[in-house]
Structure formats: C-alpha cells, structure tokens
C-alpha cells in the first residue's frame, strides 16, 4: 500500500513558478518509478514527466520541456515537479502516482493505467 500527498499548488501569474511535492509512504518508495499528470476542467488526465525509481532518468511531455524539472528524494520518500515559466494553458489538478510495477521500470508508463496508486491532487492556477 503506498500514499501519496500532494501539496505546492496554488495561484500564480503566467511566466511564474511553483514547486509541487508529493510525499509518499511505506518502505518501498524508493523502488518505484514515478509520474506526475494534471487534469483541466473536461479534459482527460493526462502525463506531464516521469522520474525513474534511482532518479537517474527522466520524460517530460514536448510543452513541458524545458519549463518543467522532475526530481526525487529518497530519503525523503518525496519526489517534486518544479514548474517554470508557467502559462495559462498549465492550468489543472495535478496529480502524482506511483508505478509499483517493478519488473518494468526500464520504461516509462505515459498512461494512467500504469500506475497503481495516486494522489488526491493540488490545484494550479496560472492567471493571464
């Protein structure tokens, strides 16, 4: 059983920056690859950037290159989405979760049927 809690969302003007963290329990953290995916108002959830289990590998979607920065402390059980140069179109719930599935952790899962467990989500508001 893994949790995961979300917090740093908030209201931000375009070109600003936030840093969202998601900070997970259960000894097992460490071993997982992670993502993060955000949902707008009627639209499907969908992936924004991955980090492998060790941190050493990341995947972000083409809008979010560049702007965004994927990172993880083990230590910590925490792994963060730092988002800069926000615009408005980044605006959703973004949502964390956790691809338990440690047999394949040399690929990324983009979809959200490849994570076992998720957040309840942060909001992030980019105003124009």
């Known amino acids: 059983q893994v949790q995961l809690v979300e917090s740093g969302g908030g209201l931000v003007q375009a070109g600003g920056s936030l840093r969202l963290s998601c900070a997970a329990s259960?000894?097992?953290?460490?071993?997982?690859?992670m993502g993060w995916f955000r949902q707008a108002p009627g639209k499907e959830r969908s992936f924004v950037a991955a980090?492998?289990?060790?941190?050493?590998?990341?995947y972000y979607i083409d809008s979010a290159k560049g702007r965004f920065t994927i990172s993880r402390d083990n230590a910590k059980n925490t792994v963060y989405l730092q988002m800069n140069s926000l615009k408005p179109e980044d605006t959703a719930v973004y949502y964390c979760?956790?691809?338990?599935?440690?047999?394949?952790?040399?690929?990324?899962?983009?979809?959200?049927?490849?994570?076992?467990?998720w957040g309840q989500g942060t909001q992030v508001t980019v105003s124009s």
């Open positions: 979760a956790a691809d338990t599935d440690v047999l394949s952790r040399s690929q990324f899962e983009i979809g959200p049927s490849g994570y076992s467990y």
């Open positions: 259960g000894r097992s953290f460490s071993n997982y690859n």
């Open positions: 980090i492998s289990w060790s941190g050493g590998s990341t």
